[in-house]
C-alpha cells in the first residue's frame, strides 16, 4: 500500500471492524444475560404454574372421590351385612365415566370392595392407613403386580356423621400425570416432567423418555420383587407406598422400597446411559423442594429448566426446553448484527475513501509543488483552496508560500548583492585606473622636475664659474674701468635673467607642488573607497551566514517533512554550499581589499611625504634661489653703480662676489639634493603604479567570483 489513501482507507476500515466487533460482541453477550436472566425469571414461575396444573388435576380427582364418598350409600361401612349391590353399581358406572381401572371401599377394618364385587383384605396397605387417618391421598405411579403397567392410587377417607368410617380408593393409569404435565406447553420444544423427593421420574410429558427410563429401571433392577412390600394389585388394589418405583429422571436406583442411599457414580453413570449430561444438579435441588433454574443436556442438546415443588406431595416439577429455541432470538440478532456491520463497514469504506482522497490529494499537490521547488522554480504560489484551509494541509501549504516567498527574497537579494558588488569592483576599476594615471602624470611631473633641478644645478655650476671670473675680473678692476664696466652690464644683465628665472621657476614649483599636493589628496581620497569593499564584503558575509542558517532551518523543516521533505533538502543543501562558496570569496575579496588598503595607506604616507618634502625643502630652495636672484640683481645694480665708482667700492664688491659664490654653491648642493628626492619620489611612483595594477588583477578576479556567483543563482526562478 504506497498510496497513503488505500492506507488511510484500510485503517479505517480495520477500525470500524474492530469496532462493529466488538459492538456486536458486547451487544450479543449483553442480549445474552439479559434472555438468560429473563428466562431465570420466567422459568421458575412456569413451573409453579404447571405445579398449580398438575395439583388441580390430582384435586379434581380427589374431589370426585370425595364426592362419592359423601354419597348416602357409603352408610354399608357401618352395616357389615348391609347390601353392597348399589354401592358396587355407583363404583361401577364412575370407574366407566372417569377411566378408572378400579375403585375400592375399604372399611375400617382392611376390609376391600372392589367394584366388580371382589373383596380383599388392605389392613397392611399404607395408602389405606394414611386415608384411614384423615388425609386426602395420592400416590406416586407405580408398577403394577405385574411389572409391565404403571398404576396411580387415589384415596380419600369416608365420613359418616363426622367419623371416618372408611376410605373411598381409585386406581388410576399411572400415566394419567404424565398426560397432566403433557398439556403444560412453553415455546415447541418445552415439556415437563415430575420427580419425587427421591429424584425418581414419576411422570413425563414425553412418554417414550418414561419407558426408556421404565426399561433402563428394569435392566437395572433385577431384584424389585425381592425389595418390594407390594400386593397383588389385581386384589388388593395398590401397591406398597415402599415398593419399587418406576424410574429416576437421569438417575436409577439400585434398589427400590425405602432405600435412601445410592452411588452419585452409578446416578451419573445411569444418566449418561440415557444421554443425560449435568443433570445431577438440577436433580439434587429439584429433590431439595427448591424453585429455580438450571441448565443440562439430553443428547448432546442444551436444556433449560424451571422447576418448582408441586403442592404437599413431595414432588418436584419442571418445565424445560430446549436452550437454542429460548436464544433463537439471538440468531437474529446476529444476522442484524452482521447487516447493519456489513453497511456500516461499506459506508465506513466510502467516507474513508474520500477522507482519504481529501488528504492524499493536496499531499500529492504538495508533493509535487516540493519537486519543483526542488528544480529550483521558487516562483509558483499555491493554490488558495489549499491554503484557506485551516488544517495541518492549509498550514503546510502556507509554508510552502512563505519558502517560495523567502527563498526568492534571499536569491534576489544575493543576485541584487553580487550586482552590487560587480558595480563596486567596476567603480574600483575605474577609480584605480585613474589613480594609475594620475600617477603616471605625477611621475612624469617629478621627471621634469628632476630635469629642471638638473638644469639648475648647471646653472648653478655656470654661475660658481662666473663668481671666479668675476674675482678674477675683480683683482684686474683697477687696471681696466671700461671692461669692468662693460663686465658689470653683462652681470646686471645676468642678474636680471636670472632673477626672472628663478621667479618664474618658484612660481612654476610652486603651481606644480599644489597641483600634485591636489591630486595627491584627492587620489588618496579616492583610494578609500576600497574600504566600500569591506563593507559590501561585510553586508554580503552577514547576507551569506543568514543564508546558512536559512538552509539549516530549511534543512530541519526537510527532516520533519520525512519522504516528502527530502526534495527540499536538497535545495536546502544546495543554498547552503552556496552560501559558503560566497563567504568563501567575500573572504578572498576582504583579503584582497586589505591588500589594496595597505597599498593605498603606503602610497599615502609616500605621498605625504613626497608633499613634505616639496614644501618643506624644494620650495624654501626656491625662496632662497628667488631671493638669491633678487640680491644677484641687487648686486647687479650695484656693480653698475660700482662701475661709476669702482675704485670706492672694490672691497665691498669682492665680498659681494664671494657671498655669491657661497651662495651658489649653496643652491648648487640644493639642486643636487631636490634631484635624487625627486629621483626616488619617481622610483615610489613607479612602485605604486605596479601595485595599483595588481589591485586592477585583484579586482578583476573578485569580478570573476561575482560572476560565478551569479550564474550558480540564475538556476533559480524567482
Not at 403397567?149 to 368410617?165: D, F, K, Q, S, T
Not at 406398597?240 to 442411599?261: E, H, W
Request: net charge negative; charged share 25%; with cysteine.
Amino acid at each position: 500500500m504506497k498510496r497513503i489513501s488505500t492506507r488511510i482507507i484500510a485503517m479505517i476500515g480495520l477500525l470500524l471492524c474492530f469496532i462493529c466487533f466488538g459492538l456486536g460482541l458486547v451487544a450479543y453477550f449483553t442480549s445474552y444475560n439479559s434472555l438468560v436472566g429473563v428466562l431465570e425469571e420466567t422459568m421458575p414461575k412456569v413451573a409453579m404454574e404447571a405445579s398449580v396444573t398438575i395439583e388441580d388435576g390430582i384435586q379434581n380427582q380427589l374431589n370426585t372421590l370425595n364426592i362419592i364418598a359423601s354419597l348416602d350409600y357409603m352408610e354399608i361401612l357401618k352395616r357389615p351385612g348391609a347390601d353392597t349391590s348399589r354401592v358396587k353399581a355407583i363404583m361401577s358406572d364412575e370407574v366407566k365415566r372417569s377411566g378408572h381401572e378400579q375403585m375400592i371401599l375399604v372399611n375400617k377394618d382392611g376390609r376391600a370392595l372392589f367394584h366388580d364385587g371382589r373383596v380383599a383384605n388392605l389392613s397392611n396397605n399404607q395408602v389405606f392407613r394414611e386415608a384411614l387417618a384423615g388425609k386426602e391421598i395420592a400416590s406416586e405411579p407405580m408398577l403394577d403386580s405385574e411389572g409391565k403397567g404403571i398404576v396411580m392410587v387415589y384415596a380419600v377417607p369416608v365420613r359418616l356423621n363426622g367419623e371416618i368410617a372408611g376410605v373411598l380408593m381409585a386406581v388410576r393409569n399411572g400415566l394419567e400425570i404424565s398426560e397432566f404435565a403433557g398439556r403444560i406447553k412453553f415455546g415447541q420444544t418445552g415439556e415437563a416432567f415430575i420427580i419425587n423427593s427421591k429424584g425418581r421420574t414419576i411422570a413425563h410429558a414425553n412418554m417414550d423418555l418414561l419407558m426408556e427410563l421404565i426399561n433402563v429401571a428394569r435392566s437395572r433392577n433385577t431384584s424389585v420383587s425381592e425389595d418390594t412390600n407390594s400386593v397383588d394389585i389385581i386384589s388388593s388394589a395398590t401397591s406398597s407406598a415402599g415398593g419399587p418405583d418406576t424410574v429416576s429422571s437421569t438417575t436409577l436406583r439400585g434398589n427400590g422400597g425405602g432405600n435412601t442411599d445410592f452411588q452419585w457414580d452409578e446416578t451419573e453413570s445411569a444418566a449418561y446411559e440415557v444421554g443425560f449430561e449435568g443433570f445431577v444438579d438440577v436433580q439434587t435441588q429439584m429433590m431439595e423442594g427448591n424453585t429455580g433454574f438450571g441448565e443440562y443436556k439430553y443428547h448432546g442438546v442444551s436444556k433449560i429448566a424451571g422447576f418448582a415443588p408441586v403442592g404437599n406431595y413431595g414432588w418436584s416439577i419442571a418445565v424445560s426446553v430446549d436452550k437454542d429455541e429460548m436464544l433463537s432470538g439471538l440468531d437474529a440478532l446476529r444476522r442484524t448484527f452482521l447487516a447493519i456491520s456489513a453497511v456500516f463497514l461499506l459506508l465506513g469504506f466510502v467516507v474513508a475513501y474520500f477522507i482519504g482522497r481529501g488528504i492524499s490529494k493536496p499531499i500529492s499537490y504538495l508533493s509535487n509543488e516540493c519537486n519543483i521547488m526542488s528544480s529550483g522554480d521558487f516562483s509558483r504560489v499555491m493554490n488558495e483552496k489549499y491554503t484557506r484551509r485551516k488544517d495541518e494541509i492549509g498550514g503546510l501549504a502556507r509554508s510552502f508560500n512563505n519558502i517560495n516567498v523567502n527563498v526568492s527574497k534571499i536569491i534576489r537579494n544575493v543576485v541584487e548583492e553580487a550586482n552590487s558588488v560587480g558595480s563596486a569592483i567596476k567603480d574600483v576599476d575605474e577609480n584605480m585606473a585613474g589613480l594609475t594615471s594620475d600617477i603616471n602624470i605625477m611621475s612624469k611631473i617629478i621627471n621634469d622636475l628632476s630635469m629642471k633641478m638638473s638644469e639648475n644645478s648647471a646653472t648653478a655650476e655656470e654661475m660658481s664659474a662666473t663668481s671666479s671670473e668675476i674675482e678674477g675680473a675683480v683683482d684686474s678692476i683697477a687696471n681696466d674701468t671700461q671692461r669692468s664696466a662693460e663686465t658689470t652690464a653683462e652681470v646686471h644683465e645676468r642678474a636680471e635673467k636670472l632673477k626672472t628665472t628663478a621667479v618664474e621657476s618658484q612660481k612654476r614649483a610652486d603651481e606644480i607642488r599644489k597641483d600634485v599636493a591636489v591630486r595627491l589628496r584627492n587620489a588618496i581620497e579616492q583610494s578609500k573607497a576600497v574600504e566600500r569593499i569591506r563593507i559590501l564584503s561585510d553586508t554580503i558575509l552577514s547576507i551569506s551566514s543568514k543564508t546558512n542558517l536559512l538552509a539549516l532551518n530549511a534543512a530541519i523543516e526537510a527532516a520533519h517533512g520525512g519522504n516528502s521533505g527530502s526534495g527540499f533538502a536538497v535545495v536546502a543543501d544546495e543554498i547552503k554550499k552556496l552560501a559558503e562558496n560566497s563567504k568563501q570569496t567575500v573572504n578572498e575579496i576582504l583579503n584582497v581589499t586589505q591588500s589594496i588598503i595597505e597599498s593605498v595607506h603606503v602610497l599615502a604616507e609616500s605621498a605625504q611625504q613626497v608633499l613634505g618634502f616639496v614644501e618643506n625643502n624644494v620650495v624654501k630652495d626656491y625662496d632662497m634661489f628667488a631671493a638669491t636672484g633678487e640680491q644677484y640683481s641687487n648686486d647687479a645694480q650695484l656693480l653698475n653703480d660700482m662701475a661709476m665708482n669702482l675704485s670706492a667700492i672694490t672691497e665691498e664688491l669682492y665680498a659681494s662676489i664671494h657671498n655669491m659664490a657661497k651662495a651658489i654653491n649653496d643652491v648648487a648642493v640644493a639642486s643636487e639634493e631636490g634631484a635624487a628626492g625627486t629621483y626616488d619620489l619617481a622610483r615610489e611612483a613607479e612602485i605604486i603604479v605596479q601595485r595599483t595594477q595588481e589591485v586592477l588583477q585583484k579586482t578583476n578576479d573578485v569580478s570573476k567570483s561575482a560572476d560565478r556567483l551569479l550564474e550558480l543563482v540564475s538556476i533559480f526562478k524567482v
